[in-house]
């Protein structure tokens, strides 16, 4: 079972950068699908990016692609969402979920058992 915090959260401008992170517990991470979700104000929950615990692929939301990119380091059971030329419609609060490899990563936030609380990240001038 993990336990996932993330943290890097906070404010930053139009055209800045963000990197967060999320740190795990437990057993299997590094046999785990690790996806990054956001939520923002009124809005559902939707999945952004996510790595496969299986062989390292990685998968992007038209939205996100070319601005951030996900990486994990299993070693020091974190993993990392590097946000670039962030615009303020990426505001929201940003989540890490974990679930035992499937082969391939997905974006369905009720494939993902294990949640951190979120962080805050707010783009804006």
């Known amino acids: 079972q993990l336990q996932l915090v993330e943290s890097g959260g906070g404010l930053v401008q139009p055209g800045g950068s963000l990197r967060l992170s999320c740190t795990a517990s437990g057993f299997g991470y590094g046999y785990a699908d690790i996806g990054w979700f956001r939520q923002a104000p009124g809005l559902e929950r939707e999945g952004i990016s996510c790595i496969s615990g299986t062989d390292g692929s990685t998968n992007y939301a038209d939205s996100v692609k070319g601005r951030f990119t996900i990486t994990r380091n299993n070693a020091k059971n974190l993993m990392y969402l590097q946000m670039n030329s962030l615009k303020p419609e990426d505001t929201g609060v940003y989540y890490c979920?974990?679930?035992?490899?499937?082969?391939?990563?997905?974006?369905?936030?009720?494939?993902?058992?294990?949640w951190g609380m979120g962080t805050q990240v707010t783009v804006s001038s």
């Open positions: 979920a974990a679930v035992p490899a499937r082969g391939q990563c997905g974006f369905h936030r009720g494939a993902y058992r294990f």
